[in-house]
C-alpha cells in the first residue's frame, strides 16, 4: 500500500509540474522483496519533460494496486475473525 502511494504521489506531482520550466518528473522504481513484499525508490527523471499519458496510467495502476491490498487486508481479518469464533 505504501508503495502504490508513492507512485500516487510522484504522478501526482508530475502532472501538477506539467508547466514548470526546468521541471524533471519522479519516477518511482518497485522491486519485489521477499520480506516487506515491495520496495520503492523515488528518482528524478535524468531529462526535463513531461509524460501526461505515463503519469494517468500510473496514477490508475496505483490506485488498481492499493485497492488490492486493501481486499486482501479485508480478507485476512475476516478469515482472522472466523478461526478465532471457531476458537471459542
Known amino acids: 500500500m505504501n508503495a502504490a502511494q508513492q507512485q500516487l504521489n510522484a504522478s501526482a506531482g508530475n502532472i501538477a509540474n506539467l508547466g514548470t520550466p526546468g521541471y524533471r518528473r519522479q519516477q518511482v522504481t518497485q522491486t519485489?522483496?521477499?520480506?516487506?513484499?515491495?520496495?520503492?525508490?523515488?528518482?528524478?527523471?535524468?531529462?526535463?519533460?513531461?509524460?501526461?499519458?505515463?503519469?494517468?496510467?500510473?496514477?490508475?495502476?496505483a490506485k488498481n494496486a492499493y485497492l488490492a491490498n486493501l481486499a486482501v487486508f479485508k480478507s485476512a481479518d475476516k478469515m482472522a475473525g472466523v478461526l478465532l469464533n471457531r476458537a471459542a
Open 32 to 61: 519485489a522483496d521477499a520480506q516487506v513484499g515491495v520496495t520503492a525508490r523515488t528518482e528524478r527523471a535524468a531529462v526535463e519533460g513531461e509524460a501526461l499519458a505515463q503519469d494517468l496510467v500510473a496514477q490508475l495502476q
